[in-house]
């Protein structure tokens, strides 16, 4: 995405965002009907509601990279994503973490401090 950002237009990025997701519709869809994976109302509506998030949140990373370094932004989503799944499961779960994973968050948290310090 970053490539994307340095040399294509701003007026591109819808067209980029369609591109991906269609190949990746197209891709899984091939998928599906080769391997005659049976797909349930469930499972249909579950794909779409994770579908439509990751979407946005691709549109958002476009719009981070181009105002922040790719340096802070992709750390700083990655360990977004671990700390909202990590909260997520819990809350959702009552899954906890063990003394690794709790360590692993941390270090990742204070790694996106001292980028932003660099960076900043």
Do not use: H
């Not at 719009?63 to 909260?87: R, W």
């Not at 994973?101 to 941390?106: C, E, N, S, Y």
């Amino acid at each position: 995405m970053k490539v994307f950002k340095d040399t294509r237009p701003e007026t591109d990025e819808p067209f980029f965002v369609l591109v991906i997701f269609f190949f990746a519709f197209i891709y899984s869809s091939l998928y599906i009907l080769l391997k005659k994976i049976k797909i349930n109302k469930t499972t249909f509506f579950t794909g779409v509601g994770l579908g439509v998030p990751n979407v946005f949140s691709t549109i958002f990373l476009l719009s981070a990279l181009s105002q922040l370094p790719a340096i802070f932004v992709y750390p700083t989503i990655n360990i977004g994503i671990i700390l909202f799944t990590a909260i997520g499961a819990y809350a959702f779960w009552r899954e906890g973490m063990n003394k690794f994973g709790i360590a692993a968050l941390i270090a990742g948290v204070i790694a996106i401090i001292l980028l932003s310090i660099n960076s900043g």
